[in-house]
């Protein structure tokens, strides 16, 4: 993959806010934030998207993301958060290295917008695609 600015904070080359480190992953607030607190959590490793990431960075995530959290919404003060993870730019993927965002939700309306439209459901065509998906994961 190409190197982007996560990896060159990851490197210390450029500086960040820098929240949480350890041997797997970087914790830092972007710099532009959707409210305050806004904060990225990164695997060190390189991957562009979540899907291509190893189950070793993928499990170093996991462990420290609700712990990361907690954190936020004690020093924010702020009692509702998304957590918001884009990959590929038809999806805002806009750095291209893995990112999970943190976005505290406040009561001034700060936060996260979504847009959330949901489309009918075909039982059929969702049983078929449910067994491809899931043959697809036992290969
Ligand atoms: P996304 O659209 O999911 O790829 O979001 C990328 C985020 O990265 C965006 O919210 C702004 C943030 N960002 C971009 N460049 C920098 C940077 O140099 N430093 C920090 N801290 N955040 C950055």
């Not at 820098?18 to 992953?25: L, T």
């Not at 309306?109 to 847009?115: D, S």
Request: charged residues 20%.
């Amino acid at each position: 993959m190409s190197d982007t600015i996560f990896s060159k904070i990851i490197r210390g080359e450029i500086p960040c806010h820098k929240v949480y480190e350890d041997a797997h992953v970087l914790a830092f607030l972007d710099v532009n934030p959707l409210s305050p607190g806004h904060t990225l959590v990164i695997p060190k490793e390189p991957a562009v998207t979540v899907d291509a990431l190893s189950d070793d960075a993928s499990a170093a995530i996991g462990r420290v993301l609700p712990r990361i959290s907690r954190a936020v919404l004690g020093a924010t003060g702020a009692s509702a958060f998304n957590i918001l993870q884009n990959n590929g730019a038809l999806a805002h993927q806009a750095v291209f290295h893995v990112h999970f965002h943190i976005i505290p939700k406040y009561d001034d309306g700060t936060g996260l917008g979504i847009g959330w439209k949901p489309q009918s459901f075909d039982h059929a065509a969702g049983k078929e695609l449910a067994g491809k998906i899931a043959a697809t994961l036992a290969k």
